[in-house]
């Protein structure tokens, strides 16, 4: 089974044959400086494919709400069965401070312990869902294979699951070991280099590409942070775009097409962002998934940049 219906996508290897190859995980709590083990999964898989692999994958239900009750409550009242709840704010962020922003990376440690305490160990094959097209469960499927785990995000999230679901609390999974690993620097860039337009350890010129919707980019209106516009000589790619009318992923040729119309016909070394680092993740594994490789999120993303005054800002249509 594909991970889509769409396009030429690769057959998929169920995730049990997948993780028999994985190496037994080291101390949870001391990072290691190499992980366990490389992403096995896609970026996104479809629900015919989850029906046909639920019992050998974790299920995360991710469902969250920026301003708004806990996506627990949405749990409770239905999820996938088996499915392991997943707060976003909790598990997949740090303590919100100006300069770091409103969802930055949690400790290695920290999302060791959150992954360890849910019963998600280093072997463990992922499937994350939630109910806006991915946007979010993209969050924990993109950190879990920043750090070499095997993890993917349901294409179009509970609308597309169309089974059963189930009602309450859950039952919870044994705790699991899994070890804690450096945020690599090939997947997290920082303020500096963004600011630069270049990669540190090359020294070259790279995109930087904005996802959030063309309203906030232009600077016409900023609901959340401190100033409107956006990071100069960055390109607009909304991640929203990325989706059909059914809140699916678009063919990859068509993801292929909108970063092209940006200028954008390779990840390397590109740089992504978003309002605080949440929905840049859907934007990296889109690149992934349309075959233009593996770009670095800037966590802190225009939380932490507006929050800086000395730090310039551009408004309009154009990167300027």
């Known amino acids: 089974m594909c991970a889509t219906t769409r396009g030429t996508e690769p057959t998929l290897t169920p995730p049990s044959a997948i993780n028999a190859a994985v190496t037994a995980a080291a101390d949870a709590a001391t990072p290691a400086t190499t992980a366990p083990t490389a992403p ?56 919100t401070t100006p300069d770091r922003g409103r969802h930055p990376l949690p400790s ?33 499927a993109w950190m879990l294979r920043a750090v070499r785990r095997s993890a993917a995000v349901l294409d179009g999230g ?15 999974r044994s705790a699991s070991a899994f070890t804690a690993v450096p945020w690599p620097a090939e997947a997290v860039a920082t303020i500096d280099e963004v600011a630069a337009g270049a990669d540190a350890r090359s020294g070259e010129a790279c995109v930087v590409i904005d996802v959030r919707a063309p309203e ?16 100069p000589g960055a390109v607009n790619v909304p991640c929203m775009a990325h989706l059909g009318s059914d809140g699916t992923l678009l063919p990859s040729d068509a993801l292929r097409d909108q970063f ?44 932490a940049w507006s929050n800086q005054p000395d730090r310039p800002v551009a408004t309009g249509d154009r990167p300027g």
């Open 108 to 140: 290695p440690e920290a999302f060791a312990a959150a992954m360890g305490a849910l019963g998600i160990g280093d072997s463990d094959a992922v499937v994350a869902y939630d109910a806006a097209g991915g946007i979010y469960a993209a969050r924990l």
């Open 40 to 95: 096995a999964l896609p970026p996104f898989v479809d629900a015919a494919w989850l029906r046909d692999n639920l019992g050998d994958v974790v299920v995360a239900d991710v469902r969250w709400q920026l301003q708004g009750p806990s996506g627990r409550d949405a749990y409770e009242a239905g999820h996938i069965p088996g499915a392991v709840f997943v707060d976003l704010g909790a598990d997949l962020a740090d303590i």
């Open 260 to 303: 092209a119309t940006a200028g954008v016909t390779s990840a390397e070394g590109a740089i992504v962002y978003c309002g605080s680092g949440v929905n840049a993740c859907h934007g990296l594994l889109a690149l992934e998934h349309a075959g233009l490789g593996r770009a670095r999120l800037f966590p802190g993303s225009w939380s």
């Open 158 to 172: 509970m609308a597309a699951w169309g089974e059963s679901l189930e009602a309450g609390p859950g039952t919870p």
């Open 216 to 231: 906030r980019y232009r600077g016409d209106a900023e609901p959340i942070d401190p100033r409107a516009g956006h990071i």
